[in-house]
């Protein structure tokens, strides 16, 4: 069994194990008929965040190497060369179709014939949110006759336009159930809002509010926008849309990307020495760096050194690639786009690499005296999926491309301070320190300088960039916007200044579909060309 499956059961047995209090000896084990609902909805929450996250089984694993967060050693998939066979790829589709929108559709079902209507309105607002990360990623997806059982074995699959356009119509039906009384309500079964219908609204609401601004470039969305932001109904501060995990090892509730990286023995992931220049303020790669000679204050909590304070090249375990002398801390990575051209790419690091940190996964915060990570860290960071930074950034990219009329800079820089409030909370929550004030308001304010100063499409690019730097640990979000805006620069090995790094291979514009899928489906489309078949809002 792989690993994301082996933790997303366990992690599903836990929840099960913790919701015993509804199997009441007095009540019939067999017509558990009000025991269902608060039993399915942890499950399919868990499944769907683990689908999504920063582990080998996530999304979140291309997605980040793809928007040059993190990179791994000695895999030809760091230069674009991925597959409908790779598990990365195979693994999240099969646990959201087979287990998250599966359990989900019975869910549903249940609901309606208890006329439980918050239970319908959360599970059509999940449903909602799901298909519109499958669109995102793979375009056209199975969506009218998927989880049909029996009944439909070999599902078509359908224009990604009309899935967005049926979400649409879901959302809504989906706050309509959470408004309905009922005497089926939940609580602590509902692992990421606790119960809090209101906070389900807002967050249906800003869902719209980020599909309708990855169409923009296909449709004119200004109406229904205008509309959202006048109701004034998004989620705000500490309403965050995000899976809430715990430190328990046995059974298992930590952070699926902490139990990959801290607890076996050597982490997967290296940080993309690209994504470490630029918050670093330094430049290898062109030219310019948008953010040369600004040093961001959260890489402490962004990335973990395994080597302390004024460690040598010499301290690497091995021969390095991306070593400490190259920018003066401890940190050490491998190149992007190196496999098999820099001879250094190919050694191990496991104990002196650097890692992701306490912000992303819940790791270790960087307080500058290194060792290795083995079951040291926080493991309880939240896997973030749509939170309230996003959305000011989000109203920041529709004011400065003249959707809205709103005041792009104000709302930039609220998002600025909003991500770096979000820091702040991972580290209090954790007992890490808390960010330097004055740190933060000198970056502030040197980024605003230069926003200033640049044209509408540097703007756009600044914007797009720090939200890129505050979706780290993320990767889903961050490559949709990527492709949707062509930003951040990304590194380039063919234009840069090093001679360790080269591709033939073009961007890829979406994920392949599973070969295991279309094998075994006869109604399933022949297999994308990633570099040229993208999603239809991709312009």
């Not at 994920?511 to 809002?537: H, M």
């Amino acid at each position: 069994m792989n690993k994301i499956a082996l933790s997303i059961l366990t992690l599903s047995m836990l929840v099960l194990a913790s919701c015993s209090d509804f199997l009441d000896i007095n009540e019939d084990p067999n017509n558990p008929r009000e025991a269902n609902l608060p039993l399915v909805l942890p499950s399919v929450q868990l499944n769907m965040a683990g689908a999504l996250g920063a582990s080998t089984g996530g999304l979140g694993n291309f997605t980040s190497m793809y928007t040059h967060h993190t990179v791994q050693r000695g895999v030809q998939q760091n230069d674009y060369a991925f597959r409908g066979d790779d598990f990365g790829v195979s693994t999240p589709w099969r646990i959201l179709n087979t287990f998250a929108l599966n359990d989900l559709e019975q869910m549903l079902a249940q609901a309606e014939e208890l006329q439980a209507g918050p239970y319908l309105g959360i599970g059509k607002i999940m449903k909602a949110y799901m298909y519109s990360i499958m669109v995102d990623m793979w375009g056209n997806v199975p969506f009218t006759d998927a989880q049909q059982g029996a009944n439909e074995l070999f599902p078509g699959f359908d224009n990604g336009e009309d899935i967005y356009n049926a979400v649409f119509a879901m959302l809504d039906e989906g706050i309509a159930g959470l408004e309905t009384e009922s005497s089926f309500t939940p609580g602590s079964d509902d692992l990421i809002y606790g119960g809090d219908l209101d906070l389900w609204r807002k967050f249906a609401k800003t869902l719209k509010l980020k599909m309708y601004t990855q169409v923009r470039l296909a449709q004119d969305v200004s109406e229904e926008v205008r509309k959202l932001i006048e109701e004034d109904d998004l989620i705000g501060p500490g309403e965050d849309f995000q899976m809430l995990y715990g430190t328990s090892a046995a059974p298992e509730n930590r952070n699926p990307g902490y139990a990959q990286e801290y607890a076996q023995g050597g982490a997967f992931n290296y940080i993309s020495p690209y994504f470490f220049e630029i918050l670093s303020g330094i430049n290898t790669f062109f030219d310019d760096n948008i953010y040369e000679g600004i040093t961001d204050p959260r890489i402490p909590y962004y990335f973990y050194n395994q080597l302390p304070e004024g460690a040598t090249d010499a301290d690497a375990e091995n021969p390095c690639s991306y070593c400490p002398s190259r920018s003066g801390t401890p940190f050490l990575s491998i190149w992007m786009f190196s496999f098999n051209i820099d001879p250094n790419e190919g050694f191990d690091q496991s104990s002196s690499a650097t890692v992701m940190g306490l912000y992303p996964i819940g790791g270790r915060y960087d307080d500058g005296e290194g060792g290795q990570v083995n079951f040291n860290g926080a493991a309880d960071s939240p896997q973030r999926m749509l939170t309230y930074y996003a959305r000011l950034y989000l109203e920041a990219e529709l004011a400065i491309t003249g959707v809205t009329d709103g005041d792009a800079r104000a709302l930039f820089e609220e998002a600025m301070r909003a991500s770096f409030d979000k820091v702040d909370e991972i580290a209090a929550a954790a007992g890490a320190p808390a960010l330097v004030e004055d740190d933060v308001e000198a970056y502030i304010a040197a980024v605003l300088e230069r926003y200033d100063a640049a044209d509408g499409d540097g703007k756009l690019e600044h914007i797009m960039t720090q939200k890129w730097i505050a979706t780290y640990g993320f990767g889903v979000d961050a490559y949709t916007d990527y492709r949707r805006t062509g930003y951040p620069k990304l590194h380039d090995p063919n234009t840069d200044n090093l001679n360790v790094t080269a591709s033939s291979r073009l961007y890829p514009l979406a994920f392949p579909y599973p070969q295991s899928e279309l094998n075994r489906n006869p109604n399933a489309p022949e297999q994308r060309n990633i570099t040229t078949d993208g999603v239809f809002w991709d312009k």
